[in-house]
């Protein structure tokens, strides 16, 4: 009896084992197919796999109609394309600030103007070789972009790129500036975004609502 009972324990094991080994050993060799691992989603860096670049100049401290301000008005578009982009984003700062009260500062944007200067930029010049779209924002200054942005155009060439403007004013609009971006660099310009700095600075949400708009109208969104 006592070895009935024993010959019946080791059957039993061996079954147990069996059945344990065999759930094991079947993942990807003849039994259930194993699961595949789980591949990790990509972040698309801009919508149909386009790679953009969100540059921008943009002036803090006293501004026309919304008095002096942490954040300039064309930042606040800047960040909120390059959220919904997933864009990369290079800001233009001129190596000599400028004044922080409106009038003065005006003055010098004026004789920058008149001048044709080219005012130095700060920082290391970004590779735009890899990006398919650039997001180019700018202020309007004397009816133009601040001469900055022809600083930055003279460093880093655009021919043959796609540049998407967009700009703050308060009554001027675009200024023909979508033009003058275009002679300047050989670009192929779209359709430009452009909206009163009042409304960036204190309309958030409407501000966004045209930021978002305007990607879509052009096809570039996450």
């Known amino acids: 009896m006592k070895k009935w009972f024993a010959l019946l324990s080791l059957a039993l094991c061996a079954l147990t084992l069996s059945a344990c080994g065999g759930g094991a050993g079947a993942k990807g060799s003849g039994g259930s197919p194993a699961p595949k691992a789980e591949t990790p989603a990509k972040k698309e860096a801009a919508p149909a796999g386009k790679r953009a670049l969100v540059v921008y100049f943009s002036r803090a401290d006293e501004n026309y109609n919304v008095g002096y301000i942490e954040k300039g008005n064309t930042k606040i578009l800047a960040e909120m394309i390059a959220e919904a982009t997933g864009a990369d984003t290079f800001e233009i700062k001129p190596a000599k600030p400028y004044p922080k009260e409106y009038t ?35 202020p309007i200054w004397w009816g133009d972009l601040p001469m900055p942005c022809y600083t930055f155009f003279d460093k880093v060439k655009l021919a043959g790129k796609t540049v998407a403007p967009f700009c703050t004013h308060e009554g001027s609009g675009l200024s023909g500036t979508d033009g003058y971006i275009a002679k300047a660099t050989g670009a192929k310009v779209a359709e430009a975004l452009e909206m009163k700095g009042t409304t960036a600075q204190k309309s958030r949400d409407e501000a966004k609502k045209e930021v978002l708009a305007w990607l879509q109208k052009l096809g570039y969104l996450k």
Do not use: Q
């Open 104 to 138: 003065p500062a005006t003055e010098v944007a004026k004789k920058e103007k008149n001048d044709n200067a080219r005012p130095e930029i700060v920082g290391a010049m970004p590779d735009v070789s890899g990006y398919d779209v650039i997001f180019l924002g700018y």
